[in-house]
């Protein structure tokens, strides 16, 4: 058969991918092209392949040949090549009330660059998984930087958040302020920042800013603000909990600048006080 595809199956197919992709944190991957399509995405239509026409199969010509990354590039994203050895930077975000012990980023790394079963004795690590699972053709490579101190507290970060969501005072008071301030502090010869944008378009590749406080399914974060009490992840909030998001700034070739991230609780790297990428 080729590469058709039986349309009495097709129906199946947005509902598998909804299964492996709906609770993935870890989307700053494309798959193809640098460049835009320039297809207008506002156009569900497909032009079907008339040679397919009466024999119930749908062709690779059936289908759109936009990309995630075309999708990204008109939503101001730029997301982290699919192949190749790309340097993920990881960020550890600091709130003084819950600083990080040895041990937590030492689950950090093992969860993201450990040698999969051969390391840990039966699972896989992101890096190992998406090694694997490329068939050898992506190799990800994820430096921890040393731990960036806001000098706040989380509840106060939170705090910070709900004034840019109720009131839109400040763009950058979520978890984009603590990612750009992370990267303008962050100095490492060994590893520059040119070494995080493969693709040498001024922008890094890939960013995961890890926060120290649990995440609010863990505690209760109780907060007021303009008279109002609110309650972290019950529909108020969302800050300190885990999502994908991305940072609006100009590309710079001397010095990469953040925008696609992950923002997540180091709560997500361990399962018991051990190393997990759950």
Not at 184 to 193: C, G, N
């Amino acid at each position: 058969m080729g590469n058709k595809l039986s349309k009495s199956h097709l129906i199946l197919l947005p509902f598998v991918g909804l299964c492996l992709s709906s609770c993935t944190i870890y989307d700053f991957l494309y798959r193809g092209s640098s460049e835009p399509s320039g297809e207008d995405f506002s156009d569900s239509s497909v032009e079907f392949d008339k040679t397919s026409v009466g024999d119930g199969l749908y062709t690779s010509n059936d289908f759109s040949k936009t990309t995630l990354r075309d999708l990204g590039y008109h939503r101001g994203m730029d997301l982290a090549p699919s192949t190749g050895d790309i340097n993920v930077l990881v960020l550890p975000i600091e709130f003084t009330d819950y600083p990080f012990s040895s041990a937590t980023l030492a689950n950090v790394v093992m969860a993201l660059n450990g040698k999969g079963s051969e390391e840990t004795g039966y699972w896989e690590s992101v890096s190992s998984f998406y090694q694997k699972s490329s068939f050898g053709k992506l190799n990800l490579n994820f430096h921890l930087s040393s731990a960036y101190q806001t000098g706040i507290t989380a509840k106060k970060a939170l705090e910070m958040n709900m004034a840019y969501t109720l009131d839109g005072q400040d763009d950058l008071i979520n978890g984009q302020k603590w990612v750009n301030d992370a990267v303008a502090a962050y100095s490492d010869p060994a590893h520059p920042l040119a070494d995080f944008d493969s693709d040498d378009d001024g922008i890094i590749d890939a960013v995961i800013a890890v926060y120290s406080s649990p995440d609010f399914s863990k505690k209760s974060y109780y907060f007021t603000y303009g008279g109002h009490t609110y309650l972290d992840g019950k529909g108020d909030s969302n800050f300190l909990w885990a999502y994908t998001y991305w940072c609006s700034n100009q590309a710079n070739l001397a010095s990469p600048k953040a925008n696609t991230y992950v923002w997540l609780s180091y709560d997500f790297f361990s399962q018991g006080g051990v190393a997990d990428p759950h």
